[in-house]
C-alpha cells in the first residue's frame, strides 16, 4: 500500500458458511466504489454465489470524505475476509491499482459495485480459472443487464445493454495479479469507468497475452438517472483521445468498440458554427444553407435516439434537448482530451 492510500481492517467473527475448495485457483476480489447503495446488493450477492469463495475482499472507497465509513455487514458469511481502502477520489483506475497492491493470490477479480454475480457464479469462475492456459491474462465473465419487458427501452437504458456485448469489460473481469502488476495496473489517467479497462486489455494483447469470455454470468441493473445523464457521458471523448495517442486510430477495432458518432458530431458542429459565422458576416443564403443542414443532421440525431425507444412525451423531450447539445460538447471534449494528452507517449509504438 502506498502513501495514497489508507487502509481499515473489518474484524468480524469468522463464519462457517464460508469454505475453501481445495484445488480450487484461489482468488481475491477488488471492488472499487464510492458508497452507492447498489453496494449492499453486490457484496449480498457475492456472499450467496461466491462458492468457493474468495480469499480476501476489498473494497476501496474512492470517495473524496469517506464518511460514513462502508458497511461491510452485507457481505454476510465474507465480511471478515473484507478490507477497506480509501483513496480519496483518484477515479476508478487508482481505487484498482489501490486493491490490486493489496493481493496475495494467484488471480483477482475486478467487480463494478453495481453488478450482482448471479447464483453459480463461484463454480463457474473455478471452472474458468481452470481452463485458462498459461498464456491467458484474464477472463471476462459474461454481463446481463434487465430491461423492462412491458415497454420498449429508454436511451439510457439500451446505452447501458450495451455492457453485454463490451470486451473485457472490469464490470466482471478476473485477471492473472501478477500479469497486471507487470503490465502497470490500471492506466491513472483515465479519470473515469470508461476506456480504463480497454487500454490495460490492450497492453496485454500487446505483450503477447490472450483474454476470453467465460462461462460465469453477472447482471448489470440500470442504474437510475436524470435526463442529462447522456450529456454528462460525453466527458469520455477525452479518454477516447488517449485512447488514440496511446494505441493509435484503429484501437477501436483492436478493442472490439463501438465507433460511435463522433465523425457526425463533427460535422453537425461545423455546420452550427458555420452558419453563425456566416450569419454574422452578412451572407443570409449562405447562412440558411449551413443552417438547414446544421437542423437536419440534429434531427436525424435525435430521431434515431427516439425512433427505438419507448416515444413517452418525457422521453422525446430529453431526446430533443439532449441532441442539440451533445454534438459540440463531443467536439469539444475531444479537443480538450487532444490538448491535454497531446505529449502521452504511444504504447509499444503504435499511433
Known sequence: MTAGDAEQRVTTAAPDGARDVPGA?????????????????????LAEAAVPPPRAIFLVDDRPVPDPPLDPTPAGVLADRVTVLTTGGRGPAAARNAGLRQVATPWVVFLDDDVQVRPGWGALLAHDLGQAGPGMAGVQGRLMVPLPDDRRPTDWERCTAGLEDAAWATADMAYRTETVRRAGGFDERFPRAFREDADLALRLMSGGWTLARGTRSTVHPVRPADRWVSVRTQRGNADDALMNRLHGPDWWTRADAPRGRLPGHFAVTAAGLAAAALALSGRRRAAAVAGALWAAGTAEFAW???APGPRTGAEVATMLSTSVVIPPLAVLHRGLGGIRHR???AWGGAG
Open 343 to 345: 505529449r502521452a507517449a
Open 304 to 306: 434515431a435516439r427516439i
Open 25 to 45: 485457483d484461489p482468488y481475491s476480489v477488488v471492488v472499487p466504489t464510492i458508497g452507492r447503495p447498489c453496494l449492499g446488493a453486490c457484496l449480498s450477492a
